[in-house]
C-alpha cells in the first residue's frame, strides 16, 4: 500500500510541477502523463497484493546447515531447491561451513549467487594464508626471499605455529559480501535471523553468537582447530562450533522455528582403511560426540536431507560443482514434503544482493591496544590513513600488510557507522613468540655452498623493532646484521654491519687490466673481505616508493697469491660514504616473476679514505636499475631489464667499478651478473647493460627459459656517444629453473660471440 500512494503522490507532484514550468510556455496538459502512469499504478498493485497473499497462519520454517568443510556445499544444492518449491525460510542457524552459507543467505543471496561466489573462490588460499609479494615491504621481501624455514623460538625451544592459517582470505572475502549488512549488530535483524555456533576452546562450552560483527561470527564458526586460528569476540578464544554443537537445532526451535529442515553432512563414523590422514582423523575425533547426540537431533527435524557425500573429505573444493550437485539430488528426493511446506504462501521473485559496490569509506580507525607496536607502524602497514575512500581489495591488501610482518598471531576487523562513513576497527592479537630461527641452504659458483642461520628478535628496546642476524656457515663464512626501527610512514630507523668474502680466479683486475699488464698475467686468484657498517634512515614515499639515506663505514680488503714479483696485498682501505636511494618493486616473484616492475637507484658520495694505495680523491657513483614482467601468452612471460651507472669525480677507485660476470650470486657493493661471462670479467667506471628473457612455466613450479643480454662497459663510456652503438659486449642462453622451499633450483648455459666461451651455472636455493 505504500508503494501505490508513493506511486499516486509522484503522480500529483509530478502534475504540479509541469504546470508551474510550462503554464507560459506550451500548451502542455498533464492529463497524458496520469493516462500512461495509470496502468502501471495497476499492475504494481495487483502485483504487490499477490506477493503479499500469504497465510497468517502458516508455520515458521527453520533452516538448520551442519558443518562438514568442502561438503558444506552440498547446502547450496539444497538451497536451490527449496527456492524451486517456493519456501520462504524464516530462520537460519548453522555450524561451520553451514554458518558461512547460511550467513550468506541470511544476507540476502540467493542459491544462484551463493553457487557462483564459491565456484570462483580460490581453495588454495582457503586453506592457508597467501601473502603476495606486493603485500610485503622491503624488509620483509628480503626475508622471504633469503630463508626456507622459519620456527618460533620460546625460552630456548623451538616451537610450531599454533595453526596452518588465519583464515585471512575467508575473512576478507566473508567481510566484502557482507557489506550491505556490515553495520547490523542484532542478527535478528537481517533479511532472514540468523544464529550460528563456535566453542571457546578455554571452557570447551557452546557459544550462540546471534549479534555481534556477522563476517567476524561466521568466521569464529568455522575457526577448524589447527588449520585456522581462534577468533577472539568478547574476550573469548573461540573455535569450529562443530566441536560442541555440529547441528544446532535447538537452538533455532528457540528462534520460533515451528518446522525445522535440517542439511545434514556431517561424517559418520569411519573405520581404519578410511581413517588414512590426520584431517579425517581430527573430522573423526570432532565427530565423535556430535554422532551420537544426532539421533536426538533428528527427532525434533521434520524433513532431514542427508546428501550422499560419503566419497568427499573436509577439504575436497576441487569437487565443489560435484557436491553442490549432490545437495540438489538429495533435496528432490523430498521435493513433495518441501512443495507442501510451499503451498502456504505464494512464491516471491528471488532478491539478489548487489555486488556492484566494491568501496567504502574509512573516516577513522581504531586498534586494540599494542605494547609493542606504535599506531604509526599499524597505519604505515596498512597504507592508507583515516579518510581514504578503498576497496575492498586495498583494504584486503593493507591486513595482508600486517600479516606479512609476522607480529600479530590474529588479525580481524569490523566496520562502525561513523556519521555518512565508516570507522574500521583492527583486532589485532600480537604475536607472542618474538625471537624466530630461520634457515637456509645456497649453493652457486662464487660462493660455493653456505647453510645460513638466522635470529630474529622483536621488541629488543624500542616498540617496532627487529633485530635480525644472519650467519652463513660454510666454504666462505658471512654475516649480515641489520637493526631497524620501523615508524610506517614517518622515518624509520636502522642500523647494518655486513661481512662479505668469497676466493676466486677472475680475468678483471678492477683496473683496466693494468696490474695484469704489469705482472704478464691473464688472470688473478684474489681474496676478497668486505666488512660494511651503515646508518641510515627512509620512509615510504607516496605509500609506495622507499626512499632513504645513509652514512656508511666499509673496509676493504684484497690480496692474492699469484703476485709473485710484489706484495699480495695490494688494497687494505677504510672508506666513508654517504648514501641515498630510492626503491619501488612490484614483481609477484623475484626469481621468476610473471607481472610487476622495479626501479632501484642510488647515489653514494665517497668523501675520505685511509688510502692504503695513495690513489684515492672524493668521487660519487650513480646507478640505476630498472625491469619490468609481463606475460606475453599463457604461461609464457616477458622479462626485460635495463641498468646502468657512472661516477664523477677526478678519479673513482678502480675497487669499486662496476664488475659483470657470472650468474646466481647476492650482488655486493658493483657486482652484477652478466651470461656468457665468468664471474668479475667486465670491469669499468661506467657501464649500460640490458637484458631479455622468456620464461615458459611448462608445468607448474618448472620454467624453462631463454636469454640475450648485451653491455658497453669501460672508463667514461658516457663521455661521448659511443655506448650507444652496437654493444661491445653479448652474451646468450638458455636454462631449467624450478621453485622449491629452500628457493630456485637452476642450471643455466651460457656464451658469448666474442669470447667463444661457454659457461654452464649451476644454482640452488635463495641468494643470500
Not at 582403511?273 to 579425517?280: E, Q
Not at 690480496?559 to 666513508?576: A, G, I, M, P, V
Not at 620464461?695 to 640475450?708: M, W
Amino acid at each position: 500500500m505504500g508503494l501505490i500512494l508513493g506511486v499516486v503522490m509522484f503522480v500529483l507532484i509530478l502534475q504540479k510541477r509541469n504546470q508551474k514550468s510550462l503554464l507560459y510556455k506550451t500548451s502542455f496538459h498533464p492529463l497524458p502523463i496520469t493516462y500512461y502512469l495509470l496502468p502501471i499504478t495497476f499492475f504494481l498493485l495487483s502485483s504487490t497484493t499477490f506477493a503479499q497473499e500469504e497465510n497468517p497462519n502458516r508455520p515458521k520454517i527453520g533452516l538448520v546447515l551442519s558443518g562438514g568443510g568442502a561438503k558444506g556445499l552440498a547446502h547450496i544444492g539444497v538451497l536451490k531447491v527449496i527456492e524451486e518449491a517456493g519456501i520462504k525460510i524464516d530462520y537460519i542457524s548453522g555450524t561451520s561451513m553451514g554458518a558461512i552459507v547460511g550467513g550468506l543467505y541470511a544476507a540476502g543471496y540467493n542459491a544462484k549467487q551463493l553457487d557462483s561466489i564459491f565456484t570462483h573462490t580460490d581453495y588454495d588460499a582457503v586453506i592457508q594464508d597467501f601473502v603476495p609479494r606486493s603485500s610485503k615491504n622491503f624488509y620483509e621481501k628480503g626475508n622471504d626471499e633469503r630463508y626456507a624455514l622459519t620456527l618460533p623460538f620460546n625460552k630456548l625451544r623451538l616451537g610450531i605455529p599454533s595453526a596452518l592459517s588465519k583464515g585471512l582470505y575467508n575473512y576478507n572475502m566473508i567481510s566484502r559480501l557482507t557489506h550491505n549488512v556490515r553495520h547490523v549488530r542484532d542478527f535478528n535483524q537481517l533479511p532472514i535471523p540468523f544464529l550460528c555456533v563456535a566453542t571457546n576452546i578455554e571452557t570447551g562450552e557452546e557459544v550462540i553468537l546471534n549479534s555481534g560483527y556477522l563476517a567476524q561470527s561466521i568466521m569464529a564458526s568455522g575457526a577448524f582447530p589447527s588449520l585456522y586460528s581462534p577468533i577472539i569476540i568478547d574476550g573469548k578464544y573461540l573455535i569450529d562450533g562443530g566441536v560442541v554443537n555440529n547441528f544446532p537445532a535447538e537452538e533455532i526451535k528457540k528462534l520460533g522455528a515451528d518446522i525445522i529442515i535440517g542439511v545434514d553432512v556431517q561424517d559418520d563414523l569411519k573405520d581404519r582403511t578410511f581413517l588414512r590422514d590426520a584431517t579425517r582423523i581430527l573430522v573423526q575425533i570432532s565427530n565423535l560426540q556430535m554422532i551420537q547426540k544426532m539421533q536426538e537431533k533428528k527427532l525434533i527435524t521434520n524433513i532431514y536431507i542427508k546428501p550422499d557425500i560419503g566419497e568427499y573429505s573436509v577439504i575436497s573444493f576441487d569437487k565443489g560443482s560435484e557436491i553442490v550437485d549432490k545437495g540438489e539430488l538429495a533435496a528432490k528426493a523430498v521435493l513433495n514434503e518441501l512443495k507442501k511446506l510451499g503451498q502456504n504462501y505464494t512464491k516471491e521473485p528471488l532478491q539478489e544482493v548487489k555486488t556492484e559496490r566494491d568501496s567504502i569509506g574509512i573516516k577513522s580507525l581504531s586498534h586494540t591496544k599494542l605494547d609493542n607496536y606504535t599506531r604509526s607502524y599499524i597505519i604505515g602497514k596498512l597504507r592508507f590513513k583515516p579518510g581514504s575512500n578503498l576497496t575492498y581489495g586495498k583494504l584486503k591488501q593493507g591486513v595482508e600488510n600486517l600479516n606479512a610482518s609476522q607480529s600479530f598471531g590474529s588479525i580481524n576487523y569490523t566496520f562502525d557507522k561513523d556519521h555518512d562513513e565508516d570507522r574500521l576497527n583492527l583486532n589485532l592479537t600480537e604475536n607472542p613468540n618474538k625471537t624466530l630461527l630461520r634457515f637456509g641452504l645456497h649453493y652457486d659458483g662464487l660462493y660455493k655452498s653456505a647453510l645460513l642461520v638466522n635470529v630474529t628478535q622483536k621488541k629488543i628496546l624500542f616498540k617496532n623493532d627487529v633485530i635480525s642476524g644472519d650467519f652463513v656457515l660454510g666454504d666462505n663464512f658471512r654475516y649480515y646484521l641489520d637493526y631497524y626501527i620501523d615508524n610506517g610512514f614517518h622515518w624509520s630507523f636502522g642500523f647494518k654491519s655486513r661481512l662479505n668474502q668469497f676466493n676466486r680466479n677472475i680475468t678483471s683486475d678492477f683496473s683496466d687490466g693494468v696490474l695484469f699488464a704489469e705482472n704478464n698475467i691473464s688472470t688473478l686468484n684474489i681474496n676478497f673481505i668486505d666488512f660494511t657498517n651503515q646508518i641510515y634512515l627512509q620512509t615510504l614515499f607516496v605509500q609506495k616508493f622507499l626512499v632513504g639515506a645513509g652514512f656508511e663505514h666499509k673496509r676493504l680488503k684484497i690480496e692474492s697469491e699469484t703476485l709473485q714479483n710484489s706484495t699480495s696485498l695490494f688494497e687494505k682501505s677504510d672508506y666513508y660514504s654517504l648514501f641515498g636511494y630510492l626503491k619501488f618493486d612490484s614483481f609477484d616473484n623475484k626469481y621468476f616473476p610473471k607481472s610487476g616492475w622495479y626501479f632501484n637507484g642510488d647515489i653514494q658520495s665517497f668523501l675520505y679514505s685511509t688510502d692504503y694505495t695513495n690513489s684515492f680523491n672524493r668521487y660519487s657513483i650513480f646507478k640505476a636499475d630498472f625491469g619490468f614482467a609481463k606475460k606475453i601468452i599463457r604461461k609464457t612471460t616477458l622479462l626485460v631489464q635495463s641498468e646502468g651507472g657512472f661516477s664523477i669525480g677526478e678519479e673513482s677507485v678502480p675497487f669499486f667499478n662496476f664488475v659483470l660476470g657470472g650468474y646466481g650470486f647476492y650482488p655486493v657493493n658493483n657486482f652484477r651478473p652478466f651470461y656468457g661471462y665468468d664471474f668479475l670479467s667486465l670491469a669499468g667506471n661506467s657501464y649500460v647493460k640490458a637484458l631479455f628473457q622468456v620464461d615458459v612455466e611448462i608445468f607448474k613450479r618448472n620454467h624453462l627459459n631463454a636469454f640475450a643480454n648485451f653491455s658497453n662497459i669501460g672508463t667514461n663510456i658516457f663521455d661521448d656517444d659511443n655506448w650507444l652503438q652496437r654493444p661491445s659486449y653479448t652474451g646468450y642462453g638458455f636454462g631449467y629453473g624450478m621453485e622449491t622451499v629452500i628457493g630456485p633450483l637452476e642450471i643455466k648455459h651460457s656464451w658469448s660471440p666474442e669470447t667463444k666461451d661457454h659457461f654452464t651455472w649451476f644454482g640452488i636455493g635463495f641468494w643470500f
